[in-house]
């Protein structure tokens, strides 16, 4: 918002640029806002999230059994019954509590990751896009090829044997994988904005390069950045769910649907349930993430008008 | 046109250097001695040191990284700390499985992706579109560790119909699931890109044009709009197609495909460091091979664009 009113024009032309644009952002956001909630689909895949993110936080309430030491050897890898709503596993453990508490998992590293790729990709992107043309444009580009020149997974894979196996390691890794797309995608962006009005007017009141690129650039590369979070959610976890099955991810006997499915592996001949149990929940997580970054790229498209 | 790739070839060298030394780097901050988790922790000092020496791994890091960067220009990776299998042999023996599978997933990529797509454009709004896009998004959404496990409890176990996992005799039937997998996952994908470009392509004033000048429909949008729908479609087959020519490490691993991606994903557990380099330096070149032989072939379906 500006505040021009005791001031002469020039100051308030000089105010809005230095404040940057957030009064557009904020009726930009709105708007999307106004567009999604016009968008059943988007709208069940919102609600899903939600209803997932709940059971993540709220799990020690709604998990019928502890995950990891209400185990039974006498009742080991029983069909779903109405003791065990999705049966139990090769200690004899709850499975639908198991599933309950591996949400937590696969969200927190979802987001966690994407964080990271966020901070990387952003501020990478940024830089290259502001310094186009020059060294430092041209050494993150260079980088960013050779992440992508060799496959995700065997990086993310590499990194995590390299650092060792364990939570942490996934978020790093799988942030460090997801940030060459990220910073492309800034830096195109930002290529096109630079050359605008507004920043050639911030430039010119003396803004530095800095204030530039964050208060005035960034907040206009919103829209790109938060649908390619929504879905880069959906990619980490379908990747931390690699992860862990491969024995990369969070150690035993903390639950995660990957390593869920690796021990099941060997017991699918006579307790297909233990696959299909954390397989379909993240098939219906992942969906969901999916639903609501479709809805949000239609949402935040300025060329979609309502 | 041949100015530009030459261009090309050049800018893949300093990605390529930067692929070695990444490896080289990665697994030299390892924690551990790749020598002591190859032998062993109980060999004896004098025998670990041996085959330290044997192995060059008493030089210097930059030494040992020259001499492995000028032996893989000559086509030698060195051989494996496990077994001492020549790593190029072991590439060469693999890779076809890799070829083989991923020439099958692509067809059924193709066969089921594209025609989906457009079929749901043509059909926008109604019921076949909706029930497209949702079995498409399904299809995105499910893990390909679930899918090659589900299908082998359906197919394998239950009906019993296929193999469940290894490569057997090297027939067809031991290809079919793991080619299921991966070619479904790469159809719902491209369905969901085909049908997005066509919408967009239909949409174009030639289109209209078209329309107007009363030809058919078939004609409009197999002749017409498909053909300009081409471009964005074969780019993102290509990508595919480099994705699966490095190996699809957790479906050859479920199925027991003795492909190149398992073969990394076995070094890299074992800690093989040569063969992990070496198998990451074979992979880069081999995808960006892809990504060029692409670039070129855009020149034969698309005479708009011009690199010069």
Request: aromatic content about 10%; some cysteine.
């Amino acid at each position: 918002m500006t505040s021009g009113k005791s001031s002469g024009n020039l100051v308030t032309a000089a105010e809005t640029a230095a404040t940057g644009n957030v009064y557009l952002g904020e009726t930009q956001l709105a708007m999307a806002w106004r567009r999604l909630r016009r968008d059943r689909v988007a709208m069940v895949g919102l609600v899903l999230v939600l209803l997932l993110a709940l059971v993540a936080v709220l799990a020690p309430w709604i998990a019928p059994y502890d995950p990891v030491t209400d185990y039974n050897l006498r009742n080991r890898l029983q069909p779903p019954s109405k003791e065990h709503w999705l049966g139990t596993d090769a200690s004899g453990r709850d499975v639908f509590s198991r599933i309950v508490y591996g949400a937590r998992i696969s969200l927190t590293v979802g987001l966690t990751s994407r964080v990271v790729t966020l901070i990387l990709g952003v501020g990478l992107g940024a830089l290259a896009g502001y310094f186009a043309g020059t060294w430092v444009d041209m050494l993150v580009m260079r980088l960013s090829e050779i992440v992508d020149a060799l496959p995700s997974l065997f990086v993310a894979i590499a990194i995590s044997v390299a650092i060792g196996p364990g939570i942490y390691t996934v978020f790093i890794a799988l942030g460090f994988v997801g940030w060459a797309d990220m910073c492309r995608l800034i830096r195109g962006q930002v290529l096109t904005i630079r050359e605008q009005q507004f920043v050639e007017a911030a430039r010119a009141i003396g803004c530095s390069t800095g204030r530039i690129v964050f208060r005035h650039i960034l907040p206009q590369v919103t829209a790109p950045i938060m649908v390619s979070l929504t879905m880069g959610i959906a990619g980490a976890i379908m990747a931390e769910t690699a992860l862990s099955f491969l024995g990369l991810g969070a150690q035993p006997p903390t639950p995660t649907w990957g390593s869920m499915m690796n021990y099941a592996r060997q017991y699918i001949y006579i307790a297909p349930h233990l696959v299909f149990a954390p397989g379909v929940a993240i098939l219906i997580t992942v969906y969901a993430f999916n639903l609501l970054g479709d809805g949000l790229r239609d949402a935040l498209d300025p060329r979609t008008k309502t | 046109m041949s100015r530009y790739f030459i261009r090309r070839l050049l800018l893949v060298v300093p990605v390529l250097f930067g692929v070695s030394l990444f490896t080289f780097i990665l697994f030299f901050i390892v924690p551990g001695d790749p020598v002591l988790s190859v032998v062993g922790e109980r060999a004896s000092p004098e025998t670990v040191a041996l085959i330290r020496a044997e192995l060059g791994l008493d030089k210097p890091l930059p030494v040992q990284y020259a001499t492995w960067v000028g032996r893989a220009l000559k086509g030698d990776l060195g051989r494996s700390f496990l077994n001492r299998r020549s790593i190029t042999e072991s590439i060469q023996a693999r890779f076809p499985v890799t070829l083989r599978l991923s020439l099958f997933s692509l067809a059924i990529a193709i066969v089921l992706g594209i025609p989906a797509g457009v079929w749901a454009a043509v059909h926008k709004g109604t019921w076949i579109d909706a029930a497209l896009r949702n079995v498409s998004l399904i299809g995105v959404c499910t893990p390909v560790i679930f899918q090659g496990l589900a299908l082998q409890y359906i197919f394998g176990v239950w009906l019993g119909w296929l193999p469940v996992s290894g490569i057997g005799d090297g027939s067809w039937r031991h290809y079919l699931l793991p080619a299921i997998v991966l070619g479904t996952n790469i159809a719902a994908f491209q369905a969901r890109l085909s049908r997005a470009v066509m919408l967009e392509v239909l949409d174009q004033d030639y289109i209209r044009t078209a329309r107007a000048k009363g030809l058919s429909q078939r004609v409009i949008v197999y002749k017409h709009a498909l053909r300009n729908a081409m471009i964005p479609i074969v780019t993102a087959l290509g990508g595919s197609l480099g994705s699966l020519l490095v190996g699809s490490a957790l479906t050859e691993t479920i199925f027991a495909l003795p492909g190149i991606g398992s073969y990394t994903l076995d070094a890299v557990f074992a800690r093989d460091l040569p063969v992990v380099m070496g198998a990451f330096l074979f992979q880069a070149v081999v995808f960006v091979g892809v990504n060029v032989l692409l670039d070129g072939l855009y020149v034969l379906i698309d005479p708009r664009v011009r690199y010069d």
